[in-house]
């Protein structure tokens, strides 16, 4: 087993996967990984879609990219008219959903996405915070299309694949951001 300190130091955002599917035990320890996250109250609000179907992803692609087009937003037009796949072509894309009434949504989903993308590291795959999915969010039809339960809202989703290449160098980080109070 890799080192806690490894994987969160090697830890990348990956956007190039193989076309292989992840076996499913990989997608369940990935997942419980985020149901072990820290969570406000205790209330773990947390539920977790998993897509597979390469069709339904590029029907969702294509959504997302017609909403950023008519964003007014210049950078996500430029994404949008890129045709860039908005999940990186992987072959699973985990949508992460907050029941609607939790203390704090945007922190436990947070807590969950980063405990995902670090065992998705640990078992050596790829995986990237996904937020531009959003924009599929607004309209509540296509929530019907992923069977989000009564009284949740999604806020985000994580692309899941074996990785195709090297991950990207770490960006610099600055170690000038810590005041010791003693």
């Not at 945007?106 to 050596?124: F, P, R, T, V």
Request: glycine share 6%; with cysteine; proline share 4%.
């Amino acid at each position: 087993m890799a080192d806690v300190f490894e994987v969160i130091n090697n830890r990348r955002s990956i956007r190039e996967y193989k076309n292989e599917q992840i076996h499913d035990v990989e997608i369940e320890r990935i997942i419980n990984a985020g149901i072990m996250a820290p969570t406000a109250r205790g209330e773990a609000p947390w539920h977790f879609t998993v897509v597979q179907n390469t069709d339904f992803l590029k029907d969702i692609n294509n959504t997302v990219h017609n909403v950023l087009k008519d964003s007014g937003d210049e950078f996500l037009e430029a994404i949008a008219y890129s045709d860039k796949n908005v999940f990186h072509n992987a072959p699973t894309v985990v949508i992460v959903s907050v029941r609607s009434d939790a203390t704090n949504m945007q922190a436990d989903a947070a807590a969950a996405i980063e405990n995902m993308l670090l065992a998705a590291e640990g078992l050596d795959i790829g995986a990237c915070w996904l937020g531009l999915i959003a924009a599929y969010f607004e309209d509540a039809q296509n929530l019907k299309h992923l069977h989000i339960p009564e009284g949740y809202t999604p806020l985000y989703g994580v692309s899941l694949g074996y990785k195709a290449g090297e991950a990207p160098e770490a960006p610099q980080r600055s170690k000038d951001v810590v005041t010791w109070i003693r």
